[in-house]
């Protein structure tokens, strides 16, 4: 194979990250003129091992890692790590692992892993002061609807229809405290 035409070590292989059929096919591409960014090929070939797993060894987390560290395409790279990072897939432990690294892309991974941290809260937890005042603090509107889905506690929802919101927000605060209170 002529991996350093789509920017691919030997390593890719070895890790058994790129196999040989999706190689072939990748260069079939490139050279037909399909796509003359090879980094969109090494993101596919990432994004399709993730999708692909059932889970993953604390080894392929650490090959995957080193992979994505020699990386050329810095951005390419951040994206990678970001949809490893966000995987269901992932352990407690393998997310730890990941950012040790992904804090290294910048201000905006260390934001992303803030906003996962707070969305695993909402999943397992019950919403707390402390973890609303930091979802209202970041301002993610994504976040804040989260959190109107998944809590029940009406003086947080009565906080949110009064404050200085969006009227989206607010009416979804408001639907919310609707249906609370028919209950």
Do not use: C
């Amino acid at each position: 194979m002529n991996l350093e035409k789509l920017g691919y070590t030997q390593r890719w292989v070895e890790y058994e990250i790129l196999d040989e059929k999706n190689f072939t096919s990748q260069l079939a591409d490139y050279q037909n003129g399909r796509d003359e960014n090879t980094e969109h090929y090494r993101y596919a070939t990432l994004r399709n091992w993730i999708e692909n797993k059932i889970n993953f060894s604390n080894n392929e987390i650490y090959n995957f890692l080193e992979i994505i560290t020699a990386e050329p395409d810095t951005s390419m790279a951040g994206s990678a790590v970001k949809l490893l990072y966000i995987s269901s897939k992932i352990s407690e432990e393998q997310s730890r692992i990941i950012e040790v690294k992904f804090k290294l892309f910048g201000e905006w991974a260390v934001m992303l892993i803030e906003r996962e941290a707070i969305k695993k809260r909402l999943f397992q937890e019950d919403l707390k002061l402390d973890l609303f005042n930091k979802i209202i603090e970041l301002g993610d509107h994504n976040l804040i609807r989260l959190m109107i889905d998944r809590t029940n506690n009406k003086a947080f929802l009565n906080e949110l229809n009064s404050n200085i919101y969006s009227k989206k927000i607010r009416n979804l605060t408001s639907e919310k405290l609707k249906k609370l209170n028919l209950n």
